[in-house]
């Protein structure tokens, strides 16, 4: 098992319960990369698709996982964004900001920041559903040894 992947489990260790506590499921997979990466896009459709799930080819947006909270793309700001707070009820808190943050800085400090990307589903103007659920909210990221995917879902 490489270390990236070693990382991962103990981040669903420690996370996984505590995610799926709020009504929302999210689903942590992870697996190793059998050969370069490439194209973000590609890569994360590959992923998804093996996964069962819908591939959504260049709608996948490119976040940056350097940038702090206040960055453009930042993955740190999306993924608080994302777990910040309840996904149907969005006044009700879910993680809340500070945990949201640290749940964020561990699944992306799985990964090798030399070598790390990740993408989400969102955009400014909404979500490109690989999902069926009427709500949903996935990331993956991935280094040049091994990737995964965090989806959250909910029903409205």
Do not use: K
């Amino acid at each position: 098992m490489s270390d990236t992947l070693a990382r991962l489990d103990a981040f669903h260790a420690r996370w996984h319960l505590r995610l799926n506590a709020d009504g929302a499921t999210v689903r942590i997979a992870a697996d190793a990369l059998a050969i370069s990466p490439g194209l973000h896009a590609a890569c994360a459709d590959a992923f998804v698709t093996s996964l069962g799930l819908t591939p959504i080819g260049g709608n996948w947006e490119l976040l940056d996982a350097e940038a702090g909270m206040e960055g453009p793309r930042s993955a740190r700001a999306a993924l608080v964004e994302a777990f910040a707070r309840n996904m149907v009820i969005a006044q009700q808190p879910w993680l809340g900001e500070d945990d949201a943050l640290a749940m964020g800085e561990e699944f992306l400090g799985c990964f090798d920041p030399g070598t790390r990307q990740i993408v989400t589903n969102r955009m400014y103007f909404g979500w490109n559903p690989i999902t069926t659920a009427s709500i949903e909210w996935a990331f993956v990221a991935f280094d040049d040894g091994a990737i995964a995917l965090l989806l959250a879902t909910a029903e409205s």
